[in-house]
């Protein structure tokens, strides 16, 4: 079953403008982590915050995490044709050995 | 460093025929190793997982079954396909609980049709 919702489930934008997608989950996480896929290729690891964490940072992404409303947001500041993907949420819960994934947000950036 | 191989790439296969479906990891020791499968346009279903050599959870019922032979090699196999076992199969590895957190690196994919 799918453990993480994103919202939306498209986006599209022009260069230069932010992109916010968002994330919800039914349980309680011991981390949560955000992975991009360009069509027809692998998921390529972006950024993880812990659930101790409610802020982090990576060049151009901004992950927040609110675990009181089992939710993430991913930011991504001025963006640029080459973020055209699809990203996904994935949470690991308690000790378990594996993530499980939401269905992701489909992000088309124009020029 | 670590690199993550799988293949082939593309499969076309007809309905009944066995499948198999190879992925290596190299610049590791004892990773974990997972199977996902993707339905087009959908979010990422676990099937299997590997926490060591001979050790195989299995997420959901269904045609396949996975092997882990060695430690870098995990193996997803069908002994008769059906239609719905098409999609696009991903293999990721990620260090064990031990080591820190689980950050997956994922292979390119597998495209597989079934006919």
């Known amino acids: 079953s799918q453990q993480g919702e994103e919202d939306p489930q498209a986006l599209s934008i022009q260069e230069g403008e932010n992109a916010t997608m968002n994330c919800s989950y039914k349980?309680?996480?011991?981390?949560l982590q955000w992975y991009r896929q360009n069509s027809g290729r692998g998921l390529v690891h972006l950024i993880l915050?812990?659930?101790?964490?409610r802020e982090k940072h990576s060049g151009r992404l901004r992950v927040t995490l609110d675990t009181s409303k089992k939710s993430s947001s991913l930011l991504i500041t001025a963006s640029r044709a080459a973020d055209t993907a699809s990203y996904f949420c994935?949470?690991?819960?308690?000790?378990?050995?594996?993530?499980?994934f939401g269905t992701g947000t489909r992000l088309q950036v124009t020029l | 460093s670590q690199t993550i191989h799988q293949w082939p790439a593309t499969l076309v296969q007809p309905v009944g025929s066995p499948l198999s479906l190879e992925c290596t990891v190299e610049?590791?020791?004892?990773?974990?190793l997972y199977w996902y499968r993707q339905a087009a346009g959908r979010g990422l279903q676990l099937l299997f997982y590997?926490?060591?050599?001979?050790?195989i959870s299995s997420e959901v019922p269904q045609n396949l079954s996975a092997s882990r032979p060695q430690d870098r090699q995990f193996i997803l196999s069908s002994k008769k396909l059906l239609l719905s076992d098409s999609g696009f199969y991903l293999c990721?590895?990620?260090?064990?609980?031990?080591?820190?957190?689980?950050?997956?690196?994922f292979g390119s994919g597998t495209r597989l049709t079934v006919v």
């Open positions: 610049g590791t020791s004892n990773p974990n």
């Open positions: 590997s926490v060591g050599i001979g050790q």
């Open positions: 994935a949470t690991r819960t308690g000790t378990a050995s594996k993530l499980t």
């Open positions: 990721a590895w990620s260090v064990s609980l031990t080591r820190g957190p689980l950050g997956y690196t």
């Open positions: 349980t309680s996480i011991n981390n």
């Open positions: 915050i812990r659930s101790n964490e």
